[in-house]
């Protein structure tokens, strides 16, 4: 764990050798590259500030055992309260309800909803050899619906077909029923998003929810979005009771910073990342390797 730090961190680490005890005086340069850290791996301010305190809480008066050095010992808190802020532990998909189990897909549009939905599905085929069928509400565009058919084939899922004349309830609650009827497992349910959060939306995707009643609400949001994803997730949030994160495209530059800013706003556990456009592209969440990745 301690071989992902950075030259910087890693500099001050050496400074801190030789004494027994963390104290205000020998982590204050080490907390400012932490600090520095966290705001490279776009970590909303708020939250930075917030974790800044409670890791200096923590770490204060801790003993240095063993062959650890001060620095070492620090690194490991703030890797540890990291990991925690995060969830702890890695968060698997609730399937404790009656068949389907549905999984209510929400986000912007571009989060990665419709090509999570399809990576989704194939994970739940071949790690969990689950019957899964995908239908979509997005009755906005005839393009998605025809681009969750397309992944849906190639996941091996089966796919119930709707159109933009039909209401998004109505396709949901037809879709739940062929589930039924067919002894299908998991019905996933991608939506439809707009390029802003508008209030629309907002109702829409609200009385879905409420009347298809998912065990799992999932938010997908893409990590590049960094500072912004804080705004989104908090106004999702506010709207749904989500159950858990999908965090999209940490394939790029991003360090993953988005991953603590969501959790944080949220309190809703990052079940899964997304990497690349191929549906083989779909992780389960590891809080402590997140940790690392954030701390570059
Ligand atoms: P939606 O509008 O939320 O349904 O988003 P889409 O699933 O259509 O994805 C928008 C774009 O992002 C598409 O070009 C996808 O191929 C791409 N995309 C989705 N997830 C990922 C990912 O994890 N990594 C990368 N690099 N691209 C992704």
Redo the contacts with the bound molecule.
């Keep these: 764990m301690l071989d992902n730090l950075t030259n910087r961190l890693a500099q001050v680490v050496k400074t801190l050798r030789g004494q027994a005890r963390l104290t205000e005086d020998n982590i204050a340069d080490m907390l400012r590259e932490v600090r520095m850290a966290l705001l490279e791996a776009d970590v909303a301010l708020p939250v930075v500030k917030d974790l800044m305190v409670r890791i200096k809480e923590k770490a204060l008066g801790q003993e240095v055992v063993g062959s650890l050095t001060p620095g070492q010992a620090l690194v490991g808190v703030v890797q540890q309260e990291l990991a925690l802020i995060m969830g702890g532990s890695q968060a698997s998909l609730n399937f404790a309800t009656q068949p389907p189990a549905i999984i209510l897909?929400a986000?912007?549009?571009?989060?990665?909803?419709?090509?999570?939905?399809?990576?989704l599905a194939k994970y739940l085929k071949e790690k969990q050899r689950k019957k899964v069928l995908t239908v979509s509400c997005?009755v906005y565009r005839p393009a998605?619906i025809a681009?969750l058919q397309a992944v849906s084939a190639q996941a091996g899922a089966e796919f119930f077909p709707s159109s933009a004349d039909q209401k998004p309830v109505d396709i949901a609650l037809a879709a739940i029923d062929y589930a039924k009827r067919h002894y299908l497992d998991v019905l996933l349910v991608?939506t439809a998003?707009r390029i802003t959060i508008d209030e629309q939306m907002m109702d829409e995707i609200r009385q879905l929810h409420a009347a298809i009643k998912p065990i799992e609400t999932l938010f997908?949001v893409?990590a590049m979005l960094g500072q912004d994803a804080v705004n989104t997730a908090r106004a999702f949030n506010e709207a749904l009771p989500l159950t858990g994160v999908v965090l999209?495209?940490?394939?790029?530059d991003s360090r993953g910073g988005a991953a603590l800013s969501v959790r944080h706003v949220t309190g809703a556990p990052i079940k899964f990342?997304?990497?690349?456009?191929k549906l083989g592209?779909l992780d389960e969440f590891h809080p402590e390797r997140m940790a690392s990745r954030i701390l570059g």
């Design positions: 897909m986000g912007l549009q571009g989060a990665g909803k419709t090509t999570t939905v399809g990576k997005d998605a681009q991608d998003g997908v893409d999209t495209k940490l394939d790029g990342t997304g990497v690349g456009e592209g």
